[in-house]
């Protein structure tokens, strides 16, 4: 039997000080016992060093993206900042059409961070990545002064690959094609805003955010003509879709009636007078296929868990470039536009 | 100009206050109930008001609401028999 | 949801719309020679917008957006006194969102927030009261802006802290009332307005009989309104029958929702705390005759005019409104939005140059965001 005692912590106190990002002993101990110890990165040096397969594969592609998070509160129904830090960038690769292998993963943390809340943020990265399969093999921490920032931020960078053959892009996209999208929309907005507490409204409502990769492995693999994916992150699923359009010169209709949303969503909305389509999402994606593959993408979507509610809200017309419009449910129709500056609440 | 929207008092949570707690699709806010309390604060619950920057300002009006629903239904019927009176003024043409 | 649902059916909506049809015809309108129906209120200009009313109704009526819009109206001179004490570092400055963007002539409440202000959104005046009980060392201005609908909000809340006596709250009142605007469009001998849709939830807390000069002095209907899509189609149609049938009456469409007196608890809060301004300034309309409120004597420990020295007349009454801004010609009904020369050039929701492109009540901003396609072709 191999019984071994749990390590004696080496560190001190309950939250993160300046010490903690000097470059001594007080470092090195909140980076091995708070991230190495978890994510069990294979190289002790500052860099990871990666072979894969499919890379060795000629014709594929490396694909590379970046980003940074920053949430109010940091731990929110559904999620926290370290499980958005995994998924945002995992669907950043996937919508192009890549696997995604590896991430790095670097930390901004406010002096007086607890550390039980580092722990938690770095266990749910973790589990995330897993539930992925990407592989979180290198990071850094920066601790800055209090309200330098804000408890933590985090950016991640990912590393995948496309295979050969793949091009998914906007440009890609052709009137006629169908929009699809994986579930119901703005959880992740609603929720974040109930959540900070200043509009004091309580719902049961949960973030959505989940990695999307294994959703469009399955779709390409059944829709193998899948023109192009984005998730619908910031600025909602207006955003995503004026990008589109602009990117493709082709213009979008969608239904009013076909757009998926919770009746919690819909309060949240009708109480603080706001539109559900610029609402953030993080597990939420709008991709287009030609017409005569919307069931059988819809069919391979049905059957994985990130795409069970996947529906089509609209089609690609013939232009004007750029422009996307809204079949409301009275049969009317509206500009959808991108939005200025950030939705705030009103009253009138 | 004045969003307002239907709420559902589901629970008092301050007598003196005047304070309850109002549920739309779902989303509770707690909200004052002075310009809707005429009585006991228990007689409002289960009823449904038009909320506005957290005040219940208006107990809906069941009654009215049916109404207003009969007479927009009425216009479908007037407009149905107009029609059938349409065809069959133009059989009736038809036949002639 | 309840109450809502129901008045959103498509299926309603077409007999509605054929009825609609059928009097638009009865009264000879046609796109030439529209009828031409104000909305007054804002809540009205963004479900038409919304629903897109105005292209499912026909051609031969006419809709002019009213000044129901209480962002839009606001004069510069009180956003600029509103950063002035915003940035007072013992202030904590709560607001409803709608303010934020509105152009002060130095700068908005977003920008004076990101020069350090100390500005909080909120929901509802009471979570200003609830910030100023938990802030005992600062003070708590609440803005306190909007038609009769917002009033007793800001009515109670101050009654509220006079109970509990919370010293370090107090509201700077911009409240504005719905029918002083109403006379001085009617009395515009440009105006070509034949009938009016009322704001249903203004006169949830007034009632009915304010707009009674609208039929009897003025010959023109008036129907007030709800705010679902139904609501509005059938109030229009009301405003046509009544048109067709040569009646000028008060109706109430909403029923559910409006009583004919009003709300006696929020009138008498109102009638405790407030009192008629001899005049108050309307951005595109100018000064109009006893159609602001203040705070009364009795509660001027919550007047934040006194607290701060801003007494309305106190500061400059001269601030220009931006040149080449044509809000006030949109508001009156003399020209549509995209007439305006600065239209989606100077004046866009990105870079508002007048109120009417802030707020998405604006007639200019809900051109924009809903049909700018259109209004550019």
Not at chain 1, 202 to 210: K, N, P
Not at chain 1, 298 to 313: E, K, N, Q
Not at chain 3, 281 to 288: A, D
Request: glycine fraction near 10%; charge should be negative.
């Amino acid at each position: 039997m191999n019984m071994t005692a749990p390590k004696p912590s080496r560190l001190r106190g309950d939250r993160v000080t300046l010490a903690h990002g000097g470059g001594g002993k007080a470092m090195r101990d909140l980076i091995d016992e708070v991230f190495t110890d978890v994510f069990q990165p294979e190289s002790a040096e500052d860099q990871a060093r990666l072979t894969h397969d499919a890379l060795l594969e000629p014709g594929a592609q490396l694909a590379f993206t970046t980003d940074s998070f920053v949430v109010s509160p940091v731990e929110f129904p559904g999620g926290d900042i370290g499980k958005i830090a995994v998924c945002g960038t995992v669907n950043d690769l996937a919508v192009g059409g890549a696997k995604p292998l590896w991430l790095s993963a670097a930390f901004i943390i406010e002096e007086g961070c607890e550390i039980a809340l580092l722990r938690r943020i770095v266990a749910s990265m973790q589990a995330e990545a897993r539930k992925a399969g990407v592989k979180i093999v290198t990071g850094d921490t920066k601790v800055v002064g209090k309200g330098a920032a804000d408890q933590v931020f985090v950016t991640t960078s990912g590393v995948g690959v496309i295979p050969k053959g793949r091009n998914l892009r906007a440009e890609a996209i052709q009137p006629g094609d169908v929009a699809i999208v994986n579930g119901v929309l703005g959880d992740h907005g609603a929720a974040i805003m109930a959540a900070r507490g200043d509009m004091a409204l309580s719902t049961d409502l949960q973030s959505d955010c989940q990695s999307l990769n294994g959703l469009i492995e399955a779709v390409i693999e059944a829709v193998p003509e899948v023109r192009a994916a984005r998730d619908a992150t910031r600025g909602g699923l207006a955003s995503s879709l004026n990008e589109l359009a602009n990117a493709a010169g082709v213009s979008i209709e969608i239904d009013e009636t076909a757009v998926p949303l919770r009746p919690e969503v819909r309060g949240v909305c009708e109480i603080l007078g706001l539109d559900p389509l610029y609402l953030a999402n993080e597990g939420t994606l709008v991709l287009f296929v030609p017409a005569d593959q919307a069931e059988a993408a819809l069919g391979a979507m049905h059957a994985t868990s990130a795409g069970r509610d996947a529906v089509a809200i609209g089609h690609v017309g013939q232009g004007p470039a750029g422009r996307v419009t809204m079949r409301t449910l009275f049969g009317g129709q509206r500009l959808v536009d991108m939005l200025v500056g950030e939705q705030l609440p009103r009253i009138c | 100009m004045c969003l307002g929207i239907p709420g559902q008092i589901v629970e008092i949570t301050d007598d003196e206050r005047l304070m309850a707690m109002a549920e739309v699709s779902g989303v509770r806010r707690e909200v004052n109930v002075a310009c809707v309390a005429t009585g006991p604060l228990d007689e409002l619950l289960g009823k449904w008001a038009l909320i506005h920057v957290g005040f219940a300002m208006s107990v809906i009006d069941e009654d009215e609401a049916a109404k207003t629903l009969e007479a927009l239904q009425g216009l479908g019927e007037a407009q149905e028999t107009l029609e059938a009176m349409a065809d069959g003024q133009s059989a009736l043409e038809g036949t002639q | 949801m309840r109450f809502v649902e129901e008045f959103r059916d498509p299926v309603a909506a077409k007999t509605v719309l054929a009825a609609i049809e059928k009097k638009v015809d009865e009264i000879g309108a046609t796109a030439e020679k529209p009828v031409h129906i104000m909305e007054i209120c804002g809540g009205h200009t963004h479900a038409i917008f919304r629903y897109g009313l105005d292209k499912l109704t026909p051609p031969g009526i006419e809709f002019i957006h009213g000044p129901g819009c209480p962002v839009c109206v606001l004069p510069m001179s009180r956003i600029d006194e509103c950063v002035q004490v915003a940035e007072d570092p013992n202030v904590i400055f709560t607001t409803f969102g709608d303010a934020m963007r509105v152009p002060g002539s130095k700068k908005s409440l977003l920008q004076a927030k990101a020069d350090g202000a100390d500005i909080r959104m909120v929901y509802s005046p009471l979570d200003a009261l609830e910030i100023a009980r938990r802030n005992p060392e600062r003070e708590v201005v609440f803005f306190g802006l909007g038609f009769e609908t917002t009033t007793p909000s800001t009515a109670l809340s101050i009654q509220q802290a006079a109970r509990e006596s919370l010293s370090n709250f107090s509201v700077f009142c911009n409240h504005i009332t719905v029918p002083p605007p109403i006379r001085i469009l009617l009395d515009d001998p440009h105006m070509i307005l034949d009938g009016f849709v009322g704001p249903g939830h203004v006169s949830m807390v007034i009632g009915t009989h304010p707009y009674d000069f609208i039929a009897e002095d003025y010959g023109k209907p008036i129907v007030v309104a709800g705010f679902e899509p139904l609501d509005l189609l059938q109030s229009v149609l009301m405003v046509l029958t009544q048109i067709a049938e040569g009646r000028a009456e008060v109706e109430n469409q909403y029923g559910r929702i409006v009583p004919e007196h009003g709300n006696p608890v929020s009138l008498a809060a109102i009638a405790d705390v407030y009192e008629t301004r001899p005049s108050f300034e309307w951005r595109g309309l100018g000064e109009i005759d006893a159609s602001g409120l203040r705070i009364r004597e009795a509660y001027r420990a919550f007047d934040t005019e006194e607290k701060f020295g801003i007494g309305y007349g106190a500061g400059d009454r001269s601030v220009q409104e931006p040149e080449g801004c044509a809000c006030g010609s949109v508001m009156t009904g003399r020209i549509k939005p995209y007439q305006c020369p600065q239209y989606g050039k100077g004046c866009t929701p990105e870079m508002p140059l007048g109120a009417l492109m802030v707020s998405s009540e604006g007639a200019c901003a809900a051109y924009f965001q809903y049909s700018a396609v259109e209004a550019a072709e």
